[in-house]
């Protein structure tokens, strides 16, 4: 699971996330992917769901928001050292020529670690939707931030 669906997940519950998901493919569908994100279902109804927390809230919410954007950031970013590491370890372990049981053990544990870290890596590069709910939510938080901060909320 990527960290933008875990995070909204944590936000709304599972149930509530379900429902954007299909409103967004719903918008997609429709062809309203042009309208003003504030005039926007998705936009709405987190909206609805925020308003009447207090300021202390909101702003948790967007620390937890800002760490999840870093640590996508991060994912991405590790993932090149990551790859460059196993297949240096490749190489080194099959010139080693040790025991061929050790080196296949050793090899075969190193691919099950990169794949785990592969499919971490393209779960949250390609997870457009999520990324799509991420940024609603921002701006629901700017908002409501916003609001909060001119005495409005």
Same mark, same amino acid.
């Given at each position: 699971?990527? $960290?933008? +669906?875990?995070?909204?997940? +944590?936000?709304?519950?599972?149930?509530?996330?379900?429902?954007? $998901?299909?409103? *967004?493919?719903?918008?997609?569908?429709?062809?309203?992917? @042009? %309208? @003003?994100?504030?005039?926007?279902?998705?936009?709405?109804?987190?909206?609805?769901?925020?308003?009447?927390?207090?300021?202390?809230?909101?702003?948790?919410?967007?620390?937890? #928001?800002?760490?999840? #954007?870093?640590?996508? /950031?991060?994912?991405?970013?590790?993932?090149?050292?990551?790859?460059?590491?196993?297949?240096? %370890?490749?190489?080194?372990?099959?010139? #080693?020529? /040790?025991?061929?049981?050790?080196? *296949?053990?050793?090899?075969?544990?190193?691919?099950?670690?990169?794949?785990? @870290?592969?499919?971490?890596?393209?779960?949250?590069?390609? *997870?457009?939707?999520?990324?799509?709910?991420?940024? $609603?939510?921002?701006?629901? /938080?700017?908002? /409501?931030?916003?609001?909060?901060?001119?005495?409005?909320?």
């Amino acid at each position: 699971m990527n $960290v933008f +669906r875990k995070c909204l997940r +944590r936000q709304f519950g599972n149930n509530k996330y379900m429902s954007y $998901v299909r409103m *967004c493919e719903e918008e997609v569908l429709k062809g309203n992917s @042009k %309208a @003003k994100i504030e005039d926007k279902k998705i936009f709405q109804d987190m909206y609805e769901q925020l308003k009447e927390k207090n300021s202390e809230y909101i702003n948790e919410c967007s620390e937890l #928001l800002a760490e999840t #954007l870093y640590l996508a /950031l991060q994912i991405g970013r590790k993932f090149f050292s990551v790859f460059i590491f196993y297949v240096i %370890a490749n190489f080194v372990i099959l010139a #080693l020529q /040790l025991n061929y049981t050790v080196t *296949c053990i050793s090899v075969m544990l190193m691919g099950i670690c990169f794949l785990y @870290k592969l499919t971490e890596f393209l779960s949250n590069k390609y *997870c457009f939707i999520d990324a799509y709910l991420i940024m $609603v939510y921002k701006s629901v /938080l700017e908002k /409501l931030s916003g609001q909060t901060a001119n005495g409005e909320g």
